[in-house]
Nanobody, 125 residues
Framework: QVRLMESGGGSVQAGGSTRPSCTSS???????MAWFRQPPGKEREAVAS???????SYADPVKGRFTIFRDNDKNTLNLQMTGLKPEDTGVYYC????????????????????WGQGTQVTVSS
């Protein structure tokens, strides 16, 4: 069974950096993985995705500031966040799909089968 668990959330000052990680188990790395976030009072939204060939996709608000990458030796998904803004505040979730999603599917939350419990990231100005 695929199991996901996020870590590395917390409180960060605006302009700072942090790097949440997600531990994944339960399958080969021929898959799609992604980070989503849910700001307070809003719906879940895409952050970034990566598939097993290394191709990355980013939502417009984080493009140029965030980098998604995977550590295959540790079976972790990571999100390097820099230049943080208060509007980046939210609960960050990692997600996994067992297949390589089409490019137009990779930032759609309904395409992902497995989800972590989420980790809170709070950016203070």
């Amino acid at each position: 069974q695929v199991r996901l668990m996020e870590s590395g959330g917390g409180s960060v000052q605006a302009g700072g950096s942090t790097r949440p990680s997600c531990t994944s188990s339960g399958g080969l790395w021929q898959d799609s993985m992604a980070w989503f976030r849910q700001p307070p009072g809003k719906e879940r939204e895409a952050v970034a995705s990566i598939v097993s060939d290394g191709t990355e996709s980013y939502a417009d608000p984080v493009k140029g500031r965030f980098t998604i990458f995977r550590d295959n030796d540790k079976n972790t998904l990571n999100l390097q966040m820099t230049g943080l803004k208060p509007e980046d505040t939210g609960v960050y979730y990692c997600a996994r799909e067992r297949y390589i999603l089409r490019p137009w599917e990779r930032l759609l939350p309904n395409k992902y089968e497995y989800w972590g419990q989420g980790t809170q990231v709070t950016v203070s100005s």
